[in-house]
């Protein structure tokens, strides 16, 4: 049998202290350093990738410019993300974000003749956009329903 290597120090991603991760992939250092990573990847989806039309750009460079395209894919990974921190976090902003969102890409992309939700006229449908739209659609029904007299 082959003996592992004890995992290497890294910095944790939200308060940069080193720490040895105890599990593969492990980013952060700790439960609230996850939630604040959690906190500060929705918040950068919020507060720079949301355009004036609602929905959100496919990415943003470095000098802070916003890419043009703004993908069905980007929609709905936007959905889940937003959707996955109001579990996370119990934030109702995420929650409210995340159905605005759904709402705007709603209006957008979804061609009532095809039943889905397509890009342009043509009507790309990819794998990864199926992937996309089915665990958004999966987490906004389990989260985003009415709740209330809403």
Sequence with gaps: MIASKPPKPRKCKSCSVEFTPQRMGQAVCSPVCALELVRKQADFILGKLVGTNGLVHD???LGGKLDAGQSIDAQFAAIRGLTAAFLATSDAKYRTA???LF???DKAYFNAKAGTWLAGKQGEY???TQAAISGALRSAMLNLRNEGAE
């Design 103 to 105: 709402i705007a890409a």
């Design 59 to 61: 990415g943003l460079t």
């Design 98 to 100: 995340a159905r605005e």
């Design 126 to 128: 990819t794998p990864w």
